[in-house]
């Protein structure tokens, strides 16, 4: 993470999470205790990170209380890092950011797919960076973590079909990283099944009431990732069809990684999209994903929605199907078409 954070002399460091004090300790040596802030929500472990810095001669300024919020006391700054995963970057980072700041943080969401983010601040109230290949998650900001699960579950019951992929999707890294951008208030729940009961896996979004059983065909040794699977949906929001979707698109466009992904954050929405070669690179030309969310506001409402929206050679999911959940308007650039309502709309309903 410190590699990443690309460190110059005299730069300002605002680190997000002291936990133990180490990255705190190694990022002072380097710069210096007037350089380095830390913010520590918990307020026992702030108390043992600050006992052992001092006494390792160490004297940051060491801030107990929402690292979200950052510190605007030792403002601007022009490195932030974050040793906690966020569902959107917070605005406090980038007002507290100087121009042309790196922001390092993870990025996260209700199914526990996990991206490195790495941003440059514009100074303008936007930035824009580009997720990195390494396999790194952190647990989530206390305001960004999943609900509770419902005590009084669903019956799988809804519209039925075969599926085109099994839950097992959601276990591989991009899978995961795919699938909360498609239902990013989707939560997961995994029921294992035995020798008389095949295994099931339950999506479930509590903000539309929308949920998906997928079901095994088979139980026992023969219901493995290769067997066939049955989804039942119900609700406004498809949650499998829209996973489905994204992740065959991704599929198709030759499976990039996660370092052809950028974001392009805004004070008002913040976007993923999937760069791919428009020339010999052999993946699906002027495919893109686009991730849009309205950050949140006044009512601290926050509404995602995501697709993967080609140009060519592949079609766009039906009108209706898609962008339906919070405040998002899911854009397929090529035709110009967008469909979304309003947080406060979509909730109503």
Request: with cysteine; proline share 9%.
């Amino acid at each position: 993470m410190l590699e990443h954070l690309e460190v110059q002399d005299g730069d300002r460091v605002l680190e997000i999470g002291t936990g133990t004090g180490y990255s705190t300790a190694l990022t002072r040596h380097r710069l210096g205790d007037d350089q380095v802030t830390s913010v520590e929500i918990a307020p026992d472990v702030a108390a043992r990170a600050a006992t052992a810095l001092t006494a390792a001669g160490h004297r940051p300024t060491l801030v107990t209380g929402d690292g979200l919020a950052g510190h605007p006391d030792g403002a601007p700054y022009d490195r932030v890092i974050a040793a906690c995963s966020v569902r959107t970057i917070p605005t406090a980072w980038i007002n507290q950011a100087a121009p042309g700041a790196r922001i390092l943080t993870t990025i996260s969401g209700w199914l526990y797919g996990f991206g490195l983010l790495a941003l440059e601040a514009a100074g303008d109230g936007t930035a824009h960076g580009r997720f990195r290949s390494d396999t790194v998650s952190f647990m989530p900001a206390r305001p960004h973590a999943a609900p509770p699960l419902p005590t009084d579950l669903p019956a799988p019951y809804g519209d039925a079909r075969p599926a085109t992929y099994g839950a097992d999707i959601l276990d591989e890294w991009m899978g995961a990283f795919l699938a909360q951008l498609a239902a990013p208030t989707a939560q997961r729940l995994h029921l294992p099944g035995d020798n008389a009961t095949p295994p099931a896996d339950l999506l479930i979004d509590q903000t539309t009431g929308s949920h998906a059983w997928i079901t095994s065909n088979s139980t026992g040794a023969d219901s493995g990732a290769d067997a066939d699977c049955l989804v039942q949906q119900h609700g406004p929001i498809r949650l499998w069809d829209e996973i489905e979707h994204t992740y065959q698109l991704w599929d198709q466009a030759g499976r990039p990684t996660q370092d052809h992904f950028t974001l392009h954050l805004t004070p008002h929405t913040q976007t993923v999209h999937l760069d791919t070669p428009d020339g010999s690179g052999g993946l699906v030309a002027a495919a893109h994903l686009v991730l849009r969310c309205e950050l949140p506001g006044a009512a601290g409402a926050l509404g995602v929605q995501a697709a993967l929206s080609p140009a060519s050679p592949l079609s766009p999911p039906p009108p209706g199907t898609m962008g339906r959940s919070g405040a998002v308007s899911v854009v397929y650039p090529a035709r110009g078409r967008g469909f979304g309502l309003p947080a406060a709309q979509s909730r109503s309903r």
